[in-house]
């Protein structure tokens, strides 16, 4: 028999462990762009960052989310097609909304850097941030498909 109490307060102390790990590495990097960047960049690094982050939550559609709950249980029907095919089905939603995204920030980089970021240098910073969001949202699959 498993003993529950051990397994949960392992898996407790692992997540409280890579959560401070990972608040410390954030505040790090923060304090490192403080110190490299004027005030008029650290501005707009964290404007178009706010920016690119509100479109996250369309990036989507709770798909990757989703695999949470589903893929425990095609594990516990023993049920392993389906897994790979949910994987599959949510990095595909995934490209399609992520490319839209990006298509649209690329395309409209220009204007939004003039005229909602009132700066010329936001277009640059719009264009490698939407890179990396693209990426970046493959890995949020990868996640929650191994949690």
Known sequence: MTNYTKFAVRGATIVMIISILAAFLGYLVRLVLARNLNVEEFGLFYAVFAFLGFFGMFKTFGF?????????????????????S????????QLITNSVIIIGVYLFSSYLSVKFFHIAEAA????????????????????????
């Open 86 to 93: 949910s994987i599959i089905y949510a990095s595909f939603i």
């Open 124 to 147: 640059i910073v719009l264009k490698w941030m939407a890179i990396a969001s693209f990426f970046d949202s493959f890995t949020q699959v990868l996640k929650f498909a191994i949690n």
């Open 64 to 84: 990757d989310k989703a695999l949470i709950k589903f893929i425990p249980e095609f594990r516990h029907q023993k049920n392993y097609g389906l897994i790979k």
